[in-house]
């Protein structure tokens, strides 16, 4: 297979002005932008439909880490189709859904909306956001320590789900509802 990594020299020759240059690389970059939503909504539904644990033979397949594409999931779940802002990057995406718990699954929160909307109202780099949920993080670390621990409840949970232990759900259900 072969990888074309310039642009092809007949698309430059018919670039002649600012203006058609401006245009082009606006094309490019809306393009790169689509990618990486394209990206997540694909890993997204891969992890849906063919379970969260083909990810990692994917990941390896694919030579991309793990990490990369729960990154990606994270941030298609953050950011249903409806609710992305063609005006700032997926990273900023990213970023903002740090500030919302998160259990892999589902979003604990909504401030990752409001976060995102400033971000494009004031046009915050992506650096300023992660410091701004770096900042809230370390204001509550009550909120921390009990986001992980309901990160380790619902682990649980699964594992007595996939085990078959519907008794033993239904008695921690009972105990703490």
């Given amino acids: ?7 092809d020299p007949k698309i430059l020759e018919q670039l002649n002005s600012y203006d ?10 809306e393009s790169h932008q689509s990618v990486s939503w394209l990206k997540a909504d694909l890993f997204l539904t891969f992890s849906e439909k063919l379970g969260s644990d083909s990810l990692s033979i994917l990941a390896k ?22 609710k992305r802002l063609p ?3 997926f990273s900023h995406h990213l970023q903002s859904s740090l500030i919302d718990s998160y259990t892999g699954e ?14 494009s ?4 780099s992506t650096r300023q956001i992660a410091l701004e949920v770096k900042q809230v ?3 509550n670390p009550e909120k921390k320590d009990a986001e992980q621990k309901l990160y380790r409840i619902i682990a649980t949970l699964r594992n007595m789900f996939k085990e078959g232990k519907y008794g033993e759900i239904d008695t921690l259900y009972k105990q703490l509802i």
């Fill in 106 to 119: 589902q979003f604990l929160g909504e401030e990752r909306y409001k976060l995102i909307e400033r971000a």
């Fill in 61 to 82: 397949d694919i030579r991309v880490p793990a990490s990369t594409i729960a990154s990606y999931i994270r941030t298609a779940r953050a950011f249903s189709p409806e």
């Fill in 87 to 89: 005006n700032v990057s």
């Fill in 121 to 124: 109202d004031e046009k915050l």
């Fill in 20 to 29: 058609e240059f401006l245009g082009f690389y606006v094309q490019l970059e």
């Fill in 137 to 139: 993080r370390e204001e």
């Fill in 1 to 7: 297979m072969e990888t074309n990594l310039s642009l």
